[in-house]
C-alpha cells in the first residue's frame, strides 16, 4: 500500500479533504460532486484512496454513504512537516510567586503600590477596566503567558492551511 503522502498528494484529494474539513461534519458523495465541481466517478474514485489509506471514514445512511475526514490519519504528513519548523524558544515569561513574604528575593513581579492601566496601554482595553482594574503587572504576565500558549497553535494552523494549499 502506498503512503499517506501519496494519497494527499493529488490535488483532488486533497480538495475533498478540505472540503470535508471545513463542513465539519458529514457529506455524502452528491454533496461532494456539488461544491468541487467534479464528475461523480471521480469523486468515487479519489474517496476510495482516501479510504484505503484511513484518510475518510464511511457511513452508510440508508442508500447513501456519509463521509468525515480522519485527522489522525493526517499525523505522519504533519510530523514530517513540523521537523521544518523548530519549536519556538519561550520569550522570558515573567514567574509571579504567590505568598512571597519580605525582601526583592522570590518577589511577584507585579507591582505593590497598586499601579493601574494608563489610558496609553493596549492591554487595559482587554484585561482591566476602569470598575475592575488589574494590576499591570498582573496583565503582562498573563499576556506573556497567553502569547507563549498560542504561539504553536498558531504556527501549526499556518503549517496545516499551507499543506492543503491556503496561505
Known sequence: MSSVFEAVSEQTRRRILQALHDAGAELSVSELVDQLEVSQPTVSKHLRVLRDHDLVEVRE?????LYRINVTALDPVREWIDEFYPEPEPTGLATVTVGATGGSEGASPCPTDGAQFK??????????TPEHPIERGVAQTLGQVAAAVARPFIAGARRVGRAFGRR
Open 61 to 65: 445512511d440508508g442508500q447513501r454513504r
Open 119 to 128: 489610558d496609553d496601554d493596549p492591554l487595559a482595553a482587554r484585561l482591566g
